[in-house]
């Protein structure tokens, strides 16, 4: 389903990136597509119609038998009614996201992303018109953005997020609020796509339901070292599940710990199981050097 060969390996502090490549030209994509049909096509008459009104006929969303194209489940995506709108959708994208492809890598995270905001528009043009009544078109990457912070929440559902900079709440918790506020607002005459957001939401908590409970498994890879699986598995297994690590010349001529060294203590399973709680608790960046050198090694060890 994804190639195990593209993995992004971040840049940066502690070898995360804070705009890794995905996030990065999501945000450039979508401010650019929102200054040209805002701003620049605002003014433009095309056969005395507006051409933004052009863009958005064939580009945003369009309800099912009134305009609809399969290729807006796309492009619809990348479209925002106001400045509000796009700063919150992108402000959150960066917020939550970066971590994600840093966890998962830029193909995987691109696919997750851009299959949370189809099925947000599939259930928004299915269910909104029964629900709602409405027939309007339907532009945002809200429901993407969904997607998104449930993956957040199902990967650090501990971490702490400051309400208003000041109260803090956990990840799982702030993120079921919102999603279970979507669907009580359902029928709500405030022109959101509700369902856009529910549909992503709903897509992503699928999506990563089947991924962790798929043969790539990262526990069942670690499992394979007592094992005795083959190497090939065991490091495609590594590789999906999490990004790899870095073999940069910090980490491999680093002076300390000698995981295959009889003389060192030996690493446990345990040991590798409080590292990878570690990092779904606060992020592979606050790892040690040590502990960074313990997955390499590991991901390496048939």
Not at 85 to 114: C, P, Q
Not at 129 to 155: D, E, H, N, Q, W
Not at 195 to 213: E, S
Not at 217 to 231: A, D, M, P, Q
């Amino acid at each position: 389903m994804y190639s195990d060969r593209d993995y992004y390996r971040p840049t940066g502090l502690g070898g995360f990136s804070f705009f890794p490549p995905v996030i990065k030209n999501l945000l450039i994509i979508n401010i650019a597509v929102f200054l040209v049909n805002n701003l620049l096509l605002g003014n433009v008459i095309v056969d005395e119609v507006p051409a933004s009104t052009i863009i958005d006929h064939y580009f945003a969303l369009q309800p099912l038998g009134h305009g609809f194209y399969v290729w807006q489940l796309i492009t619809y995506q990348f479209m925002h009614a106001g400045f509000s709108h796009i700063f919150f959708n992108m402000l959150v994208l960066w917020m939550f996201g970066m971590e994600i492809e840093n966890l998962w890598g830029s193909k995987k995270f691109l696919f997750y992303y851009l299959t949370c905001g189809v099925g947000g528009g599939l259930v928004h043009i299915l269910f909104s018109p029964l629900f709602t009544g409405t027939l309007a078109a339907t532009v945002g990457a809200s429901g993407a953005i969904y997607g998104v912070m449930v993956a957040f929440a199902m990967m650090f559902p501990d971490r702490y997020i400051f309400l208003w900079f000041l109260i803090p709440i956990k990840a799982k918790y702030l993120i079921a609020f919102f999603v279970v506020l979507e669907f009580l607002s359902v029928g709500s005459m405030d022109f959101v796509a509700r369902f856009a957001h529910i549909g992503g939401a709903v897509v992503g908590f699928i999506f990563i339901l089947l991924d962790t409970r798929s043969q790539f498994s990262f526990r069942n890879f670690l499992g394979s070292f007592k094992k005795g699986g083959s190497s090939a598995s065991s490091r495609n297994a590594f590789q999906f599940r999490r990004r790899p690590l870095s073999s940069s010349k910090e980490v491999e001529d680093a002076e300390f710990y000698e995981i295959n060294k009889k003389e060192k203590s030996e690493v446990t399973q345990e040991e590798i199981d409080k590292i990878l709680d570690k990092i779904s608790q606060s992020g592979y960046q606050n790892l040690t050097e040590r502990e960074k050198k313990i997955l390499f090694e590991a991901s390496k060890r048939s």
